[in-house]
């Protein structure tokens, strides 16, 4: 199957294991998928080149 997206970042328990994988199409649209869905997809590049997720601190408030 062809897809338009591409894999940006996954997210990985504390074990290591991944859950998760974000992925964006071409118009920048983001959307998360299951490692399955991924590989299944055929998205690229192999999900085990992909880096890890980093969440965004909220800002302090002072």
Request: charged share 25%; net charge neutral.
């Amino acid at each position: 199957m062809t897809t338009s997206y591409r894999g940006i970042c996954v997210l990985r328990l504390s074990s290591g294991e991944i859950i998760d994988v974000q992925v964006e199409d071409t118009t920048g649209m983001r959307l998360t998928l299951s490692p399955q869905q991924y590989q299944e997809r055929g998205c690229k590049p192999q999900i085990s080149l992909l880096p890890d997720c980093v969440q965004s601190e909220s800002p302090k408030k002072t």
